[in-house]
């Protein structure tokens, strides 16, 4: 080696003081000092944290809640209302839960749930102490960053530990797990989570919430749904699928990932899911409404129960059947709608400004159209365009409707020049449309107009259908047992009831002649009534003059036999004596009832002189099945009898003649079966539309009027309004039910072309009343002449 080479040891130091050998080993001996100094740091760091969690231990241990909501695990389910045939009808309470044993939550379920929360659910001892680590790390870069939840940890969370995001209740939370997993097996704590977790739409628990979300069982879902489902405990409100469905698909196609990397599902089953489109139920998706039936069984339960009716998981079980159920829903609504579109338009429900720009309308429109949501077929919508031919919506959907011709026809007064500003249809008006079996839209209004239908099963009292009113939501007042009502006409038949123990027959004749009463007969002022139809047809048979309805006989009939008698008489259907005062006015009608008190009475007649208790409840049992309480539908017997068999069998006959030929004589022209009795009923004024009638396996009322009584119309009646809505309830109800042919009991005869008590034949019984009255006679030509001569002066 050359003298001149420069030993490396030796080289010149570099401009800026590279160091020297000496400086060098001053460094090395820096680092390995500095190097111990952080060794025994971390050393004494870890012995830091073991005194720490030692000191955590041995003082907040001691002081962790007892578990036993979790060893005995009771979570708030609310009161579920079941129809006879097991439809869902309805549930009360702060929560919507359905809890489901862990070995009934199907597997694809656990695992989409393991997947997105907790993989190693099964592996751990209740803490993922290397998400805790990391958790730590990002907790002190952000003290609200928060991650490494187990589930066990979620379950301390969620029943015994705040919200509150500190490390404190971090430390907590995992010192309760490490106790929980001490005292519950993983299944137990896993059913725990899968019934307690809150996952939006008020639903706690996965079996609700596939309901909810889904409208099926949990049983029932597939890859995809348990996917999306497991991803609402992240968020609730940040990924609810019908609300943010495009964050909620993001989250449910990660989960998909997870479970297929985890190996819960196939590769094959991984594709499939990600490529299949979710069907959601929509909060108007209801399958049965029911909602007045609900809401008389929830009053029921909480009468026995009190508040531990929301929580205790209490079903009730009622008589209603769920297809009869939607058949007096829909029948009694279109009824009502019916009316409605006769009535003169009141005007829109608001109005509103609508931007100028077309990209804009939309959001609008949906912001508007939330405080006037859509009541089942009758659909809010607001108008874009108005012209008195043609006017175009917008729907809550967002879709555009186009409505000409008829379907203008109910507004047309909303859209004359001389449209006052409440009532004119205009651009950003809210408005209603209905649309038709052919898909013909038609501008209309929410009725005023309410109605009520029953229908009871004569032969055991069981309810089959309740429909309280035209909607739930507007009016929670149940008409069928709250509201009281003049019957008019309808009650007509329990005067001739009376009648028949007092010797009238079918056959006896009564005179359909003018009455005049004073102040002193009728117990008010001065009474003059007239017939429906203003005219009087002089001397007829009791069965014609029902079929026709006619006034002045049933007044006659209870002239004769005693308004006294035929108050007490009519107790035995139920009715209360003082609410049907004794004076002659009782003779049409003009006491007060209930539609429930109409139909217990006629269910009389039906069922051979039987007054049987409307049911309701069935059973009531807690959430694992166990009877509470239950009450049988029990057959008929002898002590229910008010009726001889021989009168209900002859009314029976009277009120079939109403149906086949008198003033309900479209029900048996429509529904072809012979086995049809009833009656209709129009009070004073037309205040009030009635239709009381029955086949002899199940009798339906129906009520039509105002709730501050007002006129319906001059031309409204019983026969119009009721009969048409009880027509096509029971065509769905009577569907497959066998003719009925009554035999006749022993004691009636027949004479004279009608049935009758034996004893009454050949004029044996009265054979006639009031026949020396006049009847006015129609004028003659001269005369009708003459009046139109006074008139025209």
Not at 28 to 35: P, R, V, Y
Not at 112 to 120: F, K
Not at 528 to 555: H, R
């Amino acid at each position: 080696m050359s003298s001149s080479d420069p030993s490396p040891e030796r080289a010149p130091a570099p401009s800026g003081g590279a160091s020297t050998p000496r400086s060098r080993r001053s460094f090395g001996s820096l680092l390995l000092l500095m190097l111990a100094w952080l060794a025994g740091l971390a050393a004494a760091a870890v012995v830091g944290v073991v005194l720490v969690a030692g000191v955590a231990l041995a003082v907040a241990y001691p002081q962790l809640p007892e578990i036993a909501s979790l060893t005995d695990y009771r979570p708030k389910l609310p009161l579920r209302v079941f129809s006879s045939d097991g439809v869902l009808l309805g549930e009360f309470g702060e929560e919507r839960r359905n809890f489901t044993p862990i070995a009934q939550i199907p597997q694809v379920m656990k695992n989409a749930v393991l997947a997105a929360e907790d993989a190693r659910f099964y592996e751990h001892g209740g803490v993922d102490y290397k998400g805790v680590a990391r958790a730590a790390i990002e907790n002190l870069r952000d003290a609200r960053s928060q991650g490494a939840s187990t589930i066990t940890m979620q379950v301390a969370r969620n029943f015994y530990l705040s919200t509150e995001k500190t490390f404190t209740r971090k430390i907590y939370e995992i010192l309760l797990a490490l106790k929980i997993e001490r005292q519950l097996s993983k299944d137990q704590i896993l059913e725990a989570y899968m019934n307690q977790i809150y996952l939006g739409q008020r639903a706690n628990g996965f079996a609700a919430a596939s309901e909810i979300y889904f409208g099926k069982k949990l049983a029932d879902v597939n890859i995809a749904e348990a996917a999306m489902l497991a991803g609402l405990p992240k968020a609730p409100s940040a990924y609810n699928p019908i609300a943010n469905p495009k964050r909620a698909t993001l989250r449910q196609r990660y989960i998909i990932e997870r479970m297929f990397e985890n190996g819960f599902i196939t590769e094959a089953e991984h594709d499939a899911a990600l490529e299949q489109k979710l069907h959601y139920r929509t909060p108007s998706d209801v399958a049965v409404h029911a909602e007045y039936v609900a809401e008389q069984v929830r009053q029921l339960v909480f009468a026995q129960y009190g508040e531990e009716t929301y929580t205790r998981g209490l079903n009730a079980w009622v008589t209603i059947d769920s297809a009869q159920q939607m058949a007096a829903y829909r029948a009694l609504r279109r009824g009502l709608m019916d009316y409605e579109l006769k009535r003169v338009y009141r005007g829109p429900e608001a109005y509103i400004d609508l931007p100028a720009d077309p990209a804009l309308v939309d959001a609008r429109v949906a912001e508007a159209l939330s405080d006037h949501p859509d009541n089942d077929d009758l659909r809010s919508a607001v108008v874009l365009e108005a012209a008195p031919r043609k006017v175009v919506a917008m729907l809550q959907s967002g879709d555009t409707i186009t409505v000409t011709g008829d379907g203008l026809k109910p507004v047309t007064s909303g859209l004359s020049d001389k449209a006052g500003p409440k009532t004119e249809i205009r651009r950003g008006a809210v408005v209603r449309a209905l649309q038709d079996a052919k898909g013909n839209w038609a501008l209309t209004q929410l009725p005023e107009v309410e109605g009520a239908l029953v229908a009871v099963d004569p032969r055991t009292g069981a309810l089959r259908a309740m429909v309280g009113g035209f909607d739930f939501g507007k009016n929670k007042f149940n008409h069928v047992t709250q509201a009281w009502r003049q019957p008019g006409s309808s009650f007509k038949p329990f005067i001739y009831s009376a009648a028949l123990e007092k010797g009238f027959t079918p056959a006896t004749v009564v005179n359909d002649a003018p009455l005049f009463f004073d102040a002193s007969v009728t117990g008010s002022q001065p009474w003059e009534p007239k017939n429906y139809d203003g005219k009087f047809e002089g001397p007829m048979t009791l069965q014609t003059a029902l079929a026709k309805s006619k006034n002045m006989v049933s007044i006659r009939i209870l002239q004769s036999i005693g308004a006294p008698y035929a108050q007490q008489w009519a107790t035995r259907f139920g009715f209360e004596p003082e609410r049907h005062p004794a004076y002659l006015t009782m003779a049409l009608g003009a006491g007060s009832v209930t539609p429930l008190q109409m139909a217990t009475a006629y269910g009389v007649f039906a069922n051979g002189g039987y007054r049987v208790t409307p049911v309701l409840v069935t059973r009531i049992t807690d959430v694992k099945g166990r009877v509470l309480q239950e009450t049988h539908l029990k057959p008929r017997d002898e002590s229910m009898r008010v009726l001889d068999e021989r009168n209900a069998f002859v009314m029976g006959t009277l009120l079939q003649n109403v149906a086949r030929a008198g003033t309900a004589a479209r029900a048996q022209a429509t529904l072809k079966r012979p086995d049809l009795f009833g009656k209709t009923g129009t009070t004073n004024d037309s205040m009030d539309a009635w239709f009381a009638g029955y086949q002899p396996t199940l009798v339906a009322v129906v009520w039509i009027g105002y709730d501050t009584p007002k006129k319906l119309g001059d031309r409204e009646t019983g026969g119009g309004r009721a009969l048409p809505v009880w027509i096509e309830y029971m065509q769905t109800a009577l569907r497959g039910v066998p003719v009925f042919e009554p035999l006749a009991p022993p004691g009636v005869v027949q004479a004279e072309g009608v049935w009758m008590y034996e004893e009454n034949r050949n004029g044996a019984g009265v054979s006639s009343v009031g026949l020396g009255d006049a009847v006015p006679q129609a004028p003659t030509s001269e005369e009708r002449k003459t009046i139109l001569d006074l008139f025209n002066r």
